[in-house]
């Protein structure tokens, strides 16, 4: 049985592409993953991984002019993706309930389905959630990506789905932005991983691979490899820093990883 996660955010802006890539890529190298493009009205997958071009993709499914191995690609990286290519006849004639029946039949594709949904509460991310079991949420430290990632939240606990934690992105670390404690006491929510603002994302973006790959030594890196490895579990830890130990410690035994 495959676990569900689905990664989610308040507003767009936040990062939430990069990070549900850049993730899915580590902890590909353990388990085997796939990375689905749940964000049917503003896809972005495909682009970031450098097939703007696809004949085949999740709306291809969802219309039935495709099975799911045909629309299932591997990138050069070796993450395996389900990209979405939509136009805005395909959303107007979208069933969201086919939406999630097939989301559903990919149990078994993959170890760890993380599902990259769309930004905000639409239609198609309530659906990603629904299928999920597990939400991690992605935001910056500015008050309005995090007061719309309240409202995320509050949709995702109502349906029963189990918060993973807060992923706070694009950091600087300058006195403008809310501070981690603020974050956490706003969401109610523990913050897993802080991923600084790093050129090297970019860099990585135009060449169309994820930053892990490209510049797996860099700061942001780092990071989403600690976060990649809390989520597979405590004995992918290569080191936890006495710093964080605590918050680590205290996450992977509210996920019974401990």
């Given at each position: 049985?495959?676990?569900?996660?689905?990664?989610?955010?308040?507003?767009?802006?936040?990062?939430?592409?990069?990070?549900?890539?850049?993730?899915?890529?580590?902890?590909?190298?353990?388990?085997?993953?796939?990375?689905?493009?749940?964000?049917?009205?503003?896809?972005?997958?495909?682009?970031?991984l450098g097939a703007?071009?696809?004949?085949?993709?999740?709306?291809?499914?969802?219309?039935?002019?495709?099975?799911?191995?045909?629309?299932?690609?591997?990138?050069?990286?070796?993450?395996?993706?389900?990209?979405?290519?939509?136009?805005?006849?395909?959303?107007?004639?979208?069933?969201y309930e086919k939406?999630?029946?097939?989301?559903?039949?990919?149990?078994?594709?993959?170890?760890?389905?993380?599902?990259?949904?769309?930004?905000?509460?639409?239609?198609?991310?309530?659906?990603?959630?629904?299928?999920?079991?597990?939400?991690?949420?992605?935001?910056?430290?500015?008050?309005?990506?995090?007061?719309?990632?309240?409202?995320?939240?509050?949709?995702?606990?109502?349906?029963?789905?189990?918060?993973?934690?807060?992923?706070?992105?694009?950091?600087?670390?300058?006195?403008?932005?809310?501070?981690?404690?603020?974050?956490?006491?706003?969401?109610?929510?523990?913050?897993?991983?802080?991923?600084?603002?790093?050129?090297n994302v970019r860099?990585?973006?135009?060449?169309?691979?994820?930053?892990?790959?490209?510049?797996?030594?860099?700061?942001?890196?780092?990071?989403?490899?600690?976060?990649?490895?809390?989520?597979?579990?405590?004995?992918?830890?290569?080191?936890?820093?006495?710093?964080?130990?605590?918050?680590?410690?205290?996450?992977?035994?509210?996920?019974?990883?401990?």
């Amino acid at each position: 049985m495959s676990r569900y996660i689905c990664v989610v955010s308040g507003k767009g802006g936040t990062g939430k592409t990069t990070s549900a890539i850049n993730l899915a890529h580590l902890m590909s190298k353990h388990k085997r993953i796939l990375l689905v493009d749940a964000n049917l009205s503003t896809p972005n997958i495909h682009i970031h991984l450098g097939a703007p071009i696809l004949r085949k993709t999740l709306m291809s499914v969802l219309k039935d002019e495709a099975s799911l191995r045909e629309a299932i690609y591997t990138h050069e990286s070796g993450l395996r993706i389900l990209p979405t290519i939509s136009t805005t006849y395909d959303l107007r004639k979208l069933k969201y309930e086919k939406l999630k029946d097939v989301l559903t039949e990919l149990r078994g594709a993959a170890d760890i389905v993380i599902l990259d949904s769309g930004a905000g509460l639409t239609r198609e991310t309530i659906s990603a959630i629904e299928v999920c079991d597990e939400v991690l949420v992605v935001t910056t430290p500015e008050l309005s990506a995090v007061l719309d990632a309240q409202k995320t939240i509050q949709v995702a606990q109502e349906l029963g789905k189990t918060i993973l934690g807060v992923i706070v992105n694009k950091v600087r670390g300058d006195k403008y932005e809310l501070k981690i404690s603020e974050v956490e006491k706003l969401l109610d929510l523990p913050v897993i991983g802080v991923i600084p603002r790093d050129k090297n994302v970019r860099k990585a973006l135009k060449l169309k691979h994820p930053v892990t790959h490209l510049h797996p030594r860099t700061k942001a890196s780092k990071e989403y490899e600690r976060i990649a490895a809390l989520l597979l579990g405590e004995k992918y830890f290569k080191s936890i820093n006495k710093k964080s130990r605590t918050l680590y410690y205290y996450v992977l035994k509210g996920l019974g990883l401990r």
